[in-house]
């Protein structure tokens, strides 16, 4: 009589089943339908007439997924629609349900303003230096230009190099008031927008909270959007 296996030799046998199963695939459909998703998603955000492609990425080969007959794809909450993202993939008709996410990049091709040369740090940009190309928007977190007006006399704060898309974390940062000019106060509200003058504390960078004293005294600190202008967030 063949004596019982023991525990060890059990359980020695089911992790060498599980290592010779060969990782269960995504069906081809489930992952045009994620594609499908993600692309419906960035559109939604794109400018008009741009191209949006989403390609996808692999699932971690360690994972093993049973058979699925029907997968429903779905968006992450919290990620980005371009750029580097992912989408879920439920399965709902199997004999063991399952959930993944599935890595996808999106690029948005549409046009903006690149370089037409290697420019280096400190350069004072003007119209000749800037062409219109296609461009991926998802390939950095803030968005391409798009018109030369807004770049004209703005200094580089890092070198560019030829073709790159000129974004606003390229520029230095304009200085829209010194400490001690006078600057109007703006604040916006449901319904209510305040206008007043006041006197700056500080300097008034972009990108940089300022601080103002009001006509009345009062010391607040607001959002510097332009010449001498302060914006304050209610």
Same mark, same amino acid.
């Given at each position: 009589?063949?004596?019982?296996?023991?525990?060890?030799?059990?359980?020695?046998?089911?992790?060498?089943?599980?290592?010779?199963?060969?990782? #269960?695939?995504?069906?081809?459909?489930?992952?045009?339908?994620?594609? *499908?998703?993600? %692309? &419906? #998603?960035?559109?939604?955000?794109?400018?008009?007439?741009?191209?949006?492609?989403?390609?996808?990425?692999?699932?971690?080969?360690?994972?093993?997924?049973?058979?699925?007959?029907?997968?429903?794809?779905?968006?992450?909450?919290?990620?980005?629609? /371009?750029?580097? %993202?992912?989408?879920?993939?439920?399965? %709902?008709?199997?004999?063991?349900?399952?959930?993944?996410?599935?890595?996808?990049?999106?690029?948005?091709?549409?046009?903006?303003?690149?370089?037409?040369?290697?420019?280096?740090?400190?350069?004072?940009?003007?119209?000749?230096?800037?062409?219109? *190309?296609?461009?991926?928007?998802?390939?950095?977190?803030?968005?391409?230009?798009?018109?030369?007006?807004?770049?004209?006399?703005?200094?580089?704060?890092?070198?560019?190099?030829?073709?790159?898309?000129?974004?606003?974390?390229?520029?230095?940062?304009?200085? /829209?008031?010194?400490?001690?000019?006078?600057?109007?106060?703006?604040?916006?509200?449901?319904?209510?927008?305040?206008?007043? &003058?006041?006197? #700056?504390?500080?300097?008034?960078?972009?990108?940089?909270?300022?601080?103002?004293?009001?006509?009345?005294?009062?010391?607040?600190?607001?959002?510097?959007?332009?010449?001498?202008?302060?914006?304050? *967030?209610?």
């Amino acid at each position: 009589m063949r004596p019982a296996p023991t525990r060890a030799a059990a359980l020695l046998a089911a992790a060498l089943a599980a290592m010779a199963a060969p990782a #269960a695939e995504l069906p081809p459909q489930a992952v045009a339908a994620a594609l *499908a998703l993600a %692309t &419906e #998603a960035a559109q939604a955000l794109a400018p008009p007439d741009a191209r949006v492609l989403a390609s996808a990425g692999a699932l971690d080969p360690r994972l093993k997924l049973a058979h699925c007959t029907s997968v429903q794809p779905y968006l992450v909450a919290g990620s980005p629609s /371009w750029g580097r %993202t992912r989408v879920g993939l439920r399965c %709902t008709q199997g004999s063991t349900p399952w959930n993944v996410f599935l890595p996808v990049t999106v690029q948005v091709l549409a046009p903006a303003l690149v370089s037409s040369a290697n420019l280096p740090e400190g350069t004072r940009l003007d119209a000749s230096q800037l062409v219109q *190309a296609e461009v991926d928007w998802a390939a950095a977190a803030t968005l391409p230009f798009t018109a030369d007006q807004a770049l004209s006399g703005r200094v580089l704060a890092r070198p560019v190099a030829a073709g790159a898309a000129l974004r606003p974390t390229d520029l230095q940062p304009r200085l /829209w008031f010194a400490a001690g000019d006078t600057v109007q106060i703006s604040a916006r509200g449901r319904g209510f927008a305040i206008n007043v &003058e006041g006197r #700056a504390l500080t300097s008034g960078r972009e990108g940089h909270p300022a601080r103002v004293r009001t006509e009345s005294g009062r010391v607040v600190v607001g959002r510097p959007v332009g010449e001498r202008r302060v914006e304050l *967030a209610l």
